[in-house]
């Protein structure tokens, strides 16, 4: 592998970087030059050069596998080009670490959490840049304590610097991965899905963050699937497209439409300004891609329940059956649900609407029997039950799509095909009476499954922690529809998924709405809700505080009732 | 006449899942009884950490001796050191330390006295068994001998067998592997196992420290089952314990050369008498002379000579009897 | 490999996502680690660029099955008239029956992605058990075997109890167990070797010679070499097994009764140990203090070993299997060159830390090469 790196043999890299990166004269500029790398067969990054500058908040969008992360590993020092360089302020560097990186003032801040749970904030933000030290050899806590709170301040996070970082929010854990990179005298931050499962508030708050960090010279690379943010935030957008960069703008020459247009590539425009609905099916790996309305993507014969963009708008009457009940649920993981009730019928999909940390997950867990309520009752299909586990839960006939899919969703370890039958393996057995799976049937059970979901893999043998996030989250639907339920819950559908696989999945949701089964939704993204939902509740602080019907369920209602405004159109429920 | 004041014994045991530990302690205790002596013991589990363990509680509790079956003073140094200092007399029982010395160690001693079985001379009578058996097979004989090196008396054991095989020209050592402590019967029975294969006209097996013979056996069996020497090799070790007599009674082992180490036990407390009664040192001799009898007369026990029930040997000379009546003699006894 | 991966810039023009699978996809499919047992459709890559993926794949699959046969040859070559005798390759068979049973009950508890600490003292127990019945009480050979069974059963299932329903840790639980069980080995036995009265029929376990004068002993680890297999990699339990040791969470979130597949890997376990120490204790006509110890190392390094074979990184019977010949029969070939218990221990140790480290590398290279731009941004 030719490394031209390697032909400077200019290494700016220390041990020790905290104390180094003081004494060296502040980075102006991080350059990508010519980054190329491929993975076995696949081309990951072909000839990318980007700049990045301190003080410049760069949006880097893409579709799922256009080299985002890729590019991302490099400059962190995650992982090295086969081809290209990283300049800082114009000279080649070597960066063979995340230390390496961090000590050139490039620090990542990952999409997955990345604490240590049981140390403090303090000890999370210093972890490996050295803490101070009393004779050489103690931790000093109050100079640490009092440093750290000097960076939390500036990340604008309002905790103890000696609480436990396990004991903090998702978005709190973020700013304190953020902390990290400044402690570490990051130039450039890179942020990479740092909205993920945050609410407009929190957004609103990581995005002061970084302004005011750009302010003080720090350069952000922000990257997100949400064009929004996008718009709103950056300055500049960096757009990448099978893995090159195919297009750089200031933002203000954008809008929505084209953004989105660039992203996909303009073939794909026209389809693309419904966004969300009748999607084609589109991969979302590099590898393969099928054309819009190809077999894979034909939806089965099964009637979609709304032909597109629209809201799901049906006359209220027509809906079935109540299918579950729930009323004044308290309980849940730290006693997080408070007094919860809703409603859901056959052929219903119920939006779920709530602030991270309202409790909308604790209570559709216990609706799975995860953890047991210590208060109100579980009414499905007109009979009180209880769930005492996940398994009395699919007994019963409710099926959870997990919001954490790599890991609660699926088994990474597991084949496409072992994952797809894992619930209702014992429906393939070739004599009732004996646990023994037949395997061609149960094979060919998966790879009926796999064409219908459109799951991009050469076959059920495929390992499904090679799968893209979108195609992972088909397995993990794929695996309920093969065992069969009447309540569906999905919770966070869309995270982390590309805009195709998006709209794929809101369809499959809209067919089993429209098969009879009863749904439930978990959003982040209101947009979504009240782009797909028949009904939303909206949960606040533990509690759900409203509901809302047909032309009530929109956006600005949604978040009015989470923030708790007199809206006059919000009704309890229950 | 004089008395013997009531003394209590500190006992640090080797294992006391060893039977021969057993034998020895027992034997020990036995004496003390006669002399109206308490035994305060501990085991120290061949662990040399549950040994030094063992020995703080000894001295904690004042013993007016500490007595010890079969631990090299490398082991418990430390301990020793401490019991010397607090002015407690500490004696040894056993196995052979030293190679060809009289007294327990040539070198720095730490213990007071040290009273063991010959075996040098055990390994010489048990060769010379082998000898006489191999005189009427023709040809080259091959040897495996199983050696133990850790122990001191495995050393001296071998030596005494070299000094008779070295004036064979036809018996030959082919392979001496050495027996792993940590992986006594399984280990032996694989390593027994190889060079059996390797050497097929193995005529004797050689066991040096008993503790692995039913591996040796185990492989032995495999290989040659239902057949008997000259066919299969000799299995020849030390010490007819109940285990190995019911091994040479079903034809597994060839011989085990045998002496009554409890013997050791008796002199101990004998020693430990004059000790306390007279004033007198204890003797610097490892088998003193006691009106030239011979205590550790060798005994090899084949399956003609094997004692029924699988017992331990009689005593040639009767220990029990003989210090019995001689502090019957000697002391007002209580 | 260029041509394959061509494809990847193409646009939305394939004809259909499944019909048109890319070379590269085949050689990702086929190489990617599948499941908890062997992938039956593992495809071979057809690319150039695939041929280092290949010889992977094959060295995955069948890296410690050649591991043995080149051992094998070797040493039957340097020592053609001792090591390549009937006699001595039925010596390391019956040598490896116990130590496999006792891999065989521990891999199940892996598979499950728990820790058990205590199947070495286990053994020695249930061989104690057994004999100390027939030796002691004077009891038949069958209450002997049925006692020890039950021993085994009940400190399986409190194993079990502790640390799937009382959530402890198997490491501490099962060390804990593992200390107790020897103490109860030691009143068992009263502290001595045991070797009086054992039923004939007891030591025939250990010792009769059966077909082709191959020892009984080899037979019953076959058999249950066997059901083991089919059990993990055939059945719905196997199933489940592989499933909650590859993520409980996910496991439980798909409804599977989680605490009972771990209550029934330790369950299992324990039986293994006993029937191991029962053939062991036979073999040797004996039962002697602390018997198991020697047996516990062993049997993690052979499991171990096993996850280089057969199925890609994963705990499975056959490579277990396979790990304990393997270890037999490196034993029996040093010793044969005269080479010393300290050299050997050496040797297996760094046999087992380089099939971990070739097993490991090998799949991240493949990672690598099969993931291309999963969770891109």
Redesign the interface.
């Known amino acids: 592998m030719p490394d031209s790196t390697s032909a400077s043999p200019v290494h700016r890299a220390h041990h020790g970087m905290a104390a180094h990166v003081g004494r060296r004269q502040p980075a102006e500029t991080f350059a990508a030059d010519g980054l190329s790398k491929r993975y076995g067969g696949v081309i990951a990054l072909r000839d990318v050069s980007a700049t990045f500058r301190s003080g410049q908040i760069v949006g880097l969008v893409g579709k799922n596998g256009a080299g985002k992360s890729t590019l991302i590993k490099i400059l962190g020092g995650a992982t090295h080009p086969d081809r290209g360089r990283i300049l800082v302020d114009g000279e080649p560097v070597r960066v063979r670490s995340p230390h390496d990186a961090l000590a050139l003032g490039i620090a990542v801040v990952h999409q997955e959490l990345a604490l240590v749970p049981g140390l403090s904030v303090a000890e999370n933000v210093w972890l490996g840049l050295g803490y101070p030290r009393v004779a050489a050899l103690l931790v000093a806590r109050s100079s640490l304590r009092e440093r750290t709170a000097e960076i939390l301040d500036r990340v604008g996070l309002r905790v103890r610097a000696d609480a436990a970082a396990g004991s903090l929010g998702i978005a709190a854990q973020r700013l304190v991965m953020i902390a990290r990179g400044l402690a570490a005298h990051a130039r450039l931050l890179i942020l990479d899905e740092p909205s993920a499962s945050f609410t407009d508030e929190e957004i609103g708050m990581l995005h002061q963050v970084v302004r005011s960090l750009a302010a003080d010279g720090v350069g952000t690379v922000y990257v997100s699937h949400r064009v929004t943010e996008i718009l709103a935030l950056t300055e500049r957008v960096v757009v990448m497209r099978d893995g090159a960069v195919v297009d750089e703008r200031a933002t203000s020459s954008l809008d929505r439409q084209a953004l989105v247009g660039m992203i996909s590539g303009g073939a794909e425009e026209e389809l693309l300004a419904e966004v969300g609905m009748a999607g084609p099916v589109v991969p979302d790996r590099s590898g393969v891609v099928a054309a819009p309305g190809s077999g894979a993507a034909a939806p089965s014969g099964k009637p979609s329940a709304n032909g597109s963009g629209a809201r799901p708008g049906w006359p209220h009457s027509d809906r079935g059956q109540e299918a579950l009940r729930v009323e004044h649920l308290a309980g849940g993981r730290d006693n997080r649900v408070v007094d919860a009730s809703l409603v859901v019928h056959e052929g219903e999909i119920l939006g779920i609407a709530g602030l991270v940390g309202s409790g909308r997950t604790e209570l559709v867990r216990m609706l799975f029997g995860c953890e047991q309520p210590w208060k109100g009752s579980i009414v499905l299909r007109g009979r009180k039950v209880h769930i005492g586990s996940p398994r009395a839960a699919v007994h019963r006939g409710i099926a959870l799509v997990p919001e954490d899919r790599r890991n609660e969703g699926a088994l990474l370890s597991f084949s496409v095909g072992y994952n797809l039958t894992l619930p209702s393996l014992s429906s393939f057995r070739r004599w009732p009476w004996l646990a023994w799976p037949a395997r061609g049937r149960e094979r060919r059970a998966a790879e009926a499954m796999m064409a219908e979901l459109g799951v991009v893999a050469s076959g059920p043998e495929t390992a499904v922690d090679t799968l893209s996030g979108g195609n992972q989250q088909k397995v993990v639907v794929g695996k309920w529809l093969l065992r069969d339920a009447d309540v569906f819950i999905f919770d966070e559908p869309s995270i982390g998924i590309d805009v195709h696989a998006k709209a794929e999945m809101f369809r499959r949701i809209a067919m089993l709405a429209a098969s009879g089964k009863a749904v439930i939704v978990i959003s982040s993204e209101f947009e979504e809700l009240e782009e797909h939902c028949h009904r939303v509740v909206v949960m606040r602080e533990g509690r759900s505080v409203g509901e809302l019907a047909d032309e009530e369920v929109s956006e600005s209602n949604m978040l009015a009732l989470c923030y708790g405004d007199d809206d006059p159109r919000h009704r309890r429920v229950g | 006449m004089v008395s013997v004041p009531p003394e209590t014994i500190g006992y640090l045991r080797y294992v006391?899942?060893d039977?021969s530990d057993?034998l020895m302690y027992n034997s020990f205790v036995q004496a003390a009884k006669v002399l109206g002596w308490k035994v305060v013991s501990c085991d120290g589990q061949g662990t040399p950490s549950v040994m030094a363990a063992c020995m703080s509680t000894l001295i904690s509790d004042h013993p007016n001796a500490i007595v010890n079956d079969g631990i090299p003073q490398s082991l418990i140094a430390a301990g020793l050191q401490q019991a010397k200092a607090a002015g407690i007399p500490l004696v040894y029982t056993s196995g052979t330390l030293a190679p060809g010395s009289t007294s327990i160690y040539s070198g720095t001693n730490l213990y007071d006295a040290g009273f063991t079985t010959p075996d040098q001379q055990m390994g010489v009578d048990l060769a010379n068994y082998v000898v006489k058996q191999l005189a009427s097979v023709p040809g080259t004989k091959d040897v495996i001998d199983q050696t133990f090196p850790v122990a001191e008396w495995g050393v001296v054991r071998n030596i005494g067998m070299e000094s008779v095989l070295s004036g064979q020209p036809d018996i030959k050592i082919v392979?001496s592997?050495?027996a792993?402590s940590?992986?006594l019967?399984?280990?032996t029975?694989?390593?027994i196992?190889?060079?059996l294969?390797?050497?097929?006209k193995t005529k004797v097996v050689w066991i040096t420290f008993d503790g692995t013979v039913?591996?040796a056996?185990?492989?032995i069996?495999?290989?040659y089952?239902g057949q008997t020497f000259p066919n299969a090799p000799l299995l020849v070790t030390f010490y007819a314990d109940?285990?190995t007599d019911?091994l040479i009674s079903q034809g597994v082992v060839s011989a085990a050369v045998n002496v009554q180490l409890q013997a050791c036990s008796w002199i101990a407390v004998d020693q430990l008498a004059q000790y306390f009664a007279r004033k007198t040192p204890m003797s610097p001799d490892v088998r003193p002379n006691y009106s030239g009898l011979n205590f550790f007369q060798t005994q090899v026990i084949t399956k003609a000579n094997v004692p029924a029930g699988?017992a331990f040997p009689a005593p040639p000379v009767n220990y029990v009897t003989y210090f019995t009546a001689k502090w019957h003699d000697e002391f007002k006894l209580p | 490999m260029v041509d394959g991966s061509s494809s990847v810039a193409t646009g939305p023009s394939g004809p259909e996502a499944h019909g048109g699978r890319s070379d590269a996809e085949a050689v990702l499919a086929g190489a990617g680690r599948s499941t908890g047992s062997p992938s039956p459709g593992g495809r071979p890559p057809a690319t150039r660029q695939g041929a280092r993926l290949r010889l992977y794949h094959i060295m995955a699959h069948y890296g410690l099955l050649i591991a043995l046969i080149v051992a094998v040859a070797g040493f039957s070559l340097a020592?053609p008239?001792?090591?390549w005798?009937v006699?001595?390759l039925?010596?390391i068979l019956?040598?490896s029956a116990a130590p496999a049973i006792l891999a065989i009950g521990l891999t199940v508890v892996l598979v499950v992605g728990d820790f058990d600490l205590s199947i070495g003292s286990m053994l020695g127990l249930g061989g104690s058990a057994a004999v100390a019945m027939m030796s002691l009480h004077g009891t038949d050979w069958e209450v002997a075997l049925i006692v020890a069974l039950v021993v085994g059963l009940i400190a399986g299932v409190v194993n079990g109890l502790l640390i799937a329903y009382f959530k402890m840790s198997s490491f501490i639980v099962t060390l804990a167990m593992g200390t107790i069980l020897l103490g109860v080995n030691?009143l068992v036995a009263g502290?001595?070797?045991l070797?009086?009265n054992i039923a004939p029929v007891y030591l025939d376990f250990g010792?009769l010679?059966t077909v082709g004068n191959i020892?009984l002993q080899v037979f019953i680890a076959l058999g249950v070499a066997i059901v083991a297999w089919v059990f993990l990699e055939r059945t719905e339990t196997g199933r489940y097994m592989y499933a909650v040791g590859g993520n409980s969470n996910a496991a439980r979130l798909s409804g599977l009764a989680v605490q009972r597949y771990r209550l029934a890997g330790f369950v299992l376990a324990a039986i293994a140990a006993v029937v191991a120490g029962v053939l062991?204790t036979a073999?040797?006509?004996?039962a002697?203090?602390?018997?198991g110890?020697?047996?516990l190392l062993p049997a993690y390094a052979a499991a171990f070993l096993g996850t280089a074979g057969f199925s890609e990184g994963a705990f499975n019977v056959a490579g277990t299997v396979v790990g304990v010949i393997f270890l037999?029969v490196i034993?029996?070939?040093l010793?044969?060159f005269?080479i010393?218990?300290g050299w050997i221990d050496i040797v297996q140790g760094a046999i087992l830390i380089s099939a971990i480290l070739v097993s490991d590398v090998g799949r991240r290279m493949v990672a690598a090469a099969v993931r291309p731009t999963a969770g891109a941004g």
Do not use: H
């Not at chain 3, 002697?288 to 018997?291: D, E, S």
């Open positions: 006391a899942a039977y057993g392979a592997p050495q792993n940590a992986n019967v399984q280990g029975t694989t390593t196992s190889a060079l294969s390797q050497y097929p039913s591996g056996a185990q492989a069996q495999a290989k089952a109940p285990q019911q699988n | 020592r008239s001792s090591f005798t006699g001595n039925q010596d019956t040598q030691f502290n001595q070797t070797f009086s010792r010679r020892n062991v073999q040797g006509g004996a002697i203090p602390n018997l110890a020697p047996y037999s034993a029996a070939g010793t044969m005269g010393s218990t």
